[in-house]
């Protein structure tokens, strides 16, 4: 569904990707793991064309977003949700009409279907109460549950989620790891997840990548990434205090 | 695209290859601000097709027209009063401070009027869209609209450019109105000039070239002040310090184009 052909990005004089190749499958939650400054929002950034290679190609089944522009870009964007780290909603919009905009703007829906799918959004995020707050009345929390609230709530067959539980309680953090597995189960979405939080990662993710110097070290479903030897990634689960036996419960998790 | 890729480039090798760098990238910059400006301008039909459009532009001519009054007013009035008391002094040494009314009018409508609407709105109204805008850009809220497909030259800054394009003209007629008053006062309670004469004196002299000439400065002063304001923001990187910067690039930049663009037009409308 989402392919990386040799991507290499050159931000600074430096390669921040270097020659990176890896494919998505339909349906599939991909996590992207690594140190900060590693490049891993910058690999979520080529996937909506926020970020173009400076060599190599990104494609979206059958077109190649990193060449695309104009209204064939708009066609392939807006198959996609995207969570941005801190939420990324209008200030001066609440949050019932920021999680409608979308609709509002390129969908032909009647109000009160609006008010339906934006009810149903806001309830799966846990805001059904806080849909008449202003952004700036809500804690950063629950302004990423309401940022993830408009990413879905076209129902989008992509959904690209940079840091979705970073500085949220660890409550909330698996909260959301749930609610991003439940809405791969049941609407089928294909999820891209950037996080530096491996716990999460482990419960949720159908495979998990490991980023470090622009490439991929590792590529594994999570029972295989932990047991493996590649000392990046053993480096990184020590770190977090994930032995090779995985978290308390993963042997029940898919 | 809106949204940019940040740019790096090395130290330049000599003066020379520095100042033919920045020249390029001032005449790309110029290049786009004028190319997302023209799209704004275009874009305004849609306005009228979509309700929360309409009122997005309706909230923004509240914005720049309601809250821009009580300002206008101050130096429309104190502007005309100024000019009525500089050119009576003159006048009066000539016994003929009777006229103060034809110099305050032409000077007001030609060149006054529209001149300080601009600077102001390019200083509260300009400011502001710059900060606002580029407040979003920092917090990847224009990055959002544009995944979501949704074009944030239709969806912001085309409101701002129909209240600009629509609140400008009337506010530069308005400061122009409210500057002949305070001529008027200057001369009724200084000059002994009665409240008739003034304006008979004045309306004498008005002429419907210099409104239009005028008008039309107000007009293009709106579009420039809302094109550099909207382009400042969605360029805007670096954070809060980086709104800062674009906020008070924005002003510069629409007083210096205010000016210049001011003296352009007077020369095109008016014979030597």
């Known amino acids: ?23 998505i499958q339909k349906g599939e939650i991909f996590t992207i793991v690594g140190p900060s400054g590693t490049g891993k929002s910058v690999t979520l950034k080529h996937m909506v064309r926020l970020l173009t290679p400076t060599r190599g190609s990104v494609w979206i089944e059958n ?32 949050v019932a009409d920021n999680i409608a905009l979308p609709l509002r703007e390129k969908t032909r829906l009647s109000e009160s279907e609006i008010g339906a799918r934006v009810a149903e959004a806001l309830r799966m995020v846990g805001l059904e109460d806080d849909g008449d707050k202003l952004p700036s009345e809500i804690s950063g929390g629950m302004q990423k549950r309401a940022g993830l609230a408009r990413a879905i709530v076209r129902r989008p067959e992509i959904v690209l989620y940079d840091e979705p539980t970073s500085g949220l309680d660890p409550v909330t953090a698996r909260t959301i790891d749930a609610l991003i597995r439940r809405l791969n189960e049941d609407l089928g979405i294909t999820s891209v997840v950037v996080t530096h939080d491996l716990q999460g990662a482990l419960l949720s993710a159908d495979r998990i990548a490991m980023l470090t110097g622009g490439r991929f070290v590792e590529v594994s479903e999570p029972k295989a990434f932990v047991t493996t030897e590649q000392p990046d990634v053993r480096g990184f689960l020590d770190a977090q205090f994930i032995s090779r036996k995985g978290l308390v419960g993963m042997e029940e998790t898919p | 695209m809106i949204t940019r890729e940040p740019v790096y480039s ?28 023209i799209q704004s301008l275009l874009m305004l039909p849609l306005l009228f097709g979509a309700r929360r459009s309409r009122t997005e532009a309706v909230r923004q001519m509240f914005i720049v027209g309601i809250k821009s009054l009580a300002l206008i007013t101050v130096v429309g009035m104190f502007t005309g009063m100024i000019l009525g008391l500089q050119i009576g002094l003159e006048l009066r040494r000539f016994n003929q401070e009777v006229y103060i009314g034809s110099a305050v009018v032409v000077a007001l409508f030609r060149e006054m009027g529209p001149f300080m609407t601009g600077i102001i709105l390019a200083a509260c109204v300009g400011s502001s869209m710059a900060a606002q805008i580029g407040t979003m850009t920092v917090n990847d809220e224009i990055a959002a609209l544009e995944i979501m497909s949704i074009s944030p030259v239709r969806f912001l800054m085309a409101p701002r450019m129909a209240a600009m394009v629509l609140m400008t003209p009337l506010l530069s007629f308005y400061s122009c109105v409210v500057g002949m008053i305070g001529g008027g006062i200057v001369g009724l309670t200084q000059l002994n000039v009665p409240w008739d004469q003034y304006f008979a004196t004045a309306m004498n002299f008005a002429d419907r070239h210099d ?54 037009i007077t020369r095109l409308f008016y014979e030597l």
């Open chain 1, 1 to 23: 569904m989402i392919r990386f052909e040799h991507v290499t990005k050159t931000l600074g004089g430096r390669d921040v990707l270097s020659d990176l190749s890896f494919e």
């Open chain 1, 63 to 94: 077109t190649e977003i990193s060449a695309a522009d104009g209204a064939e870009l708009d066609r392939v964007r807006e198959r996609f949700g995207y969570l941005f780290q801190g939420g990324a909603l209008l200030g001066w919009m609440n």
């Open chain 2, 10 to 37: 090395d130290e330049p090798s000599s003066v020379f290859v520095g100042l033919k760098r920045s020249l390029l990238l001032g005449l790309g910059e110029i290049g786009r601000a004028g190319t997302m400006t």
């Open chain 2, 211 to 264: 409104l239009f000439v005028g008008l039309l400065k107000a007009l293009v002063f709106g579009i420039v002040v809302t094109g550099v304001s909207c382009y400042e923001g969605f360029t805007t990187t670096q954070g809060a310090v980086g709104v800062g910067q674009a906020t008070r690039r924005s002003v510069i930049t629409s007083i210096l184009l205010i000016l210049i663009l001011g003296y352009i």
